[in-house]
């Protein structure tokens, strides 16, 4: 788990803030997912992104959430105007070739909303 | 009904036991079949990654997948104390050429302790 890193730990935001979710991949690894774990439920598929593309965001809801991974930098999360539903725990994971290639989680961004 | 089932438990089993975790699905189409393990506050560790049918085996652990039962299974031999975790079950269909992406779907976890 220590490969793939994930800052803040923990994020306090009042209701109508900004979120913003970063995630590091493993080193070699360009292939980002992000996972949402509501409590009492399972991971959730949110949105999957190589460098400067998104490949797949069918698990993002439609408003407020958005994912990007740059050329240079970490990949982001961020959720606009956050409600007390978006409380959770927000895992990144990463693979090495997208293809056929088991996924590395980091410890995840648990967000709470006040 | 959800498309992985997983008893959420807990199980409480004594040191050494053997432990079964299992969960059933209900898509056919799904190929890849995976166990993380959780530990509280922490993010999934990859224990084992199959695909098809069949059986895997690495160290304590044993991944077994029927695809006829639409059935998976991990059993942990002699387990301890450091096995107590949250065990997550998690599938990908792959798409028409077989190939996986990522998208998986997990079960609910089941919550595993392993007392002395």
């Known amino acids: 788990n220590a490969g793939v890193m994930q800052n803040p730990r923990h994020l306090v935001r009042r209701r109508g803030q900004e979120a913003r979710l970063r995630c590091s991949p493993m080193?070699?690894?360009?292939?980002v997912y992000w996972y949402r774990q509501l409590p009492e439920e399972g991971l959730k598929f949110m949105v999957y992104?190589?460098?400067?593309?998104?490949?797949?965001e069918s698990g993002m809801p439609k408003e407020r959430f958005s994912a990007e991974f740059p050329k240079e930098g970490p990949s982001i999360l961020r959720i606009q105007q956050v409600v007390r539903g978006d409380s959770a725990a927000y895992f990144c994971?990463?693979?090495?070739?997208?293809?056929?290639?088991?996924?590395?989680f980091g410890n995840g961004t648990r967000l709470t909303v006040t | 009904q959800k498309e992985v089932e997983q008893d959420p438990g807990p199980l409480s089993v004594p040191e050494g036991a053997i432990v079964s975790l299992n969960c059933t699905y209900s898509?056919?189409?799904?190929?890849?079949f995976m166990w993380y393990r959780q530990y509280s506050r922490k993010g999934p560790e990859l224990l084992m990654y199959?695909?098809?049918?069949g059986n895997k085996e690495d160290g304590r652990f044993t991944a077994q997948v029927d695809k006829s039962s639409k059935y998976i299974s991990l059993f942990i031999r002699d387990s301890q104390p450091s096995d107590s975790a949250t065990y997550l079950c998690?599938?990908?269909?792959?798409?028409?050429?077989?190939?996986?992406?990522?998208?998986?779907?997990f079960g609910q976890g089941t919550i595993l302790t392993v007392h002395p």
């Open positions: 994971a990463s693979s090495l070739i997208g293809v056929n290639s088991p996924l590395h």
């Open positions: 080193k070699g690894h360009s292939h």
């Open positions: 992104l190589q460098k400067e593309n998104i490949i797949d």
């Open positions: 898509n056919s189409a799904f190929q890849y």
């Open positions: 199959t695909y098809s049918s």
């Open positions: 998690a599938m990908e269909r792959g798409d028409a050429g077989g190939t996986s992406y990522g998208k998986l779907t």
